[in-house]
């Protein structure tokens, strides 16, 4: 599904959270993978899995480490330690 370089960010358009670290991700220029989970309800089960929660977003980073609802901060902080940004 993704290759080990990729960001994969699970969330909805519906979501205040999804939506802005969606927003955060394209103002800094990085790409990812966006599972839309209104489009793919099946994909909120390899969220849960991936998280072991139902809150999203759910961002999976290339270190196979992921945050589920983070702050602007964490996705930063993040994005810093794996030299993204």
Known sequence: MTSPSTITMFG????RDCVRTKRQLDD????YEYVDLVADPAAADVAREISGRTNIPVVVYPDASHHVEPSNADVEA????????
């Open 12 to 15: 909805a358009d519906w979501c």
């Open 28 to 31: 800094l220029g990085i790409s």
């Open 78 to 85: 993040k994005l810093r330690e794996l030299s993204l940004i």
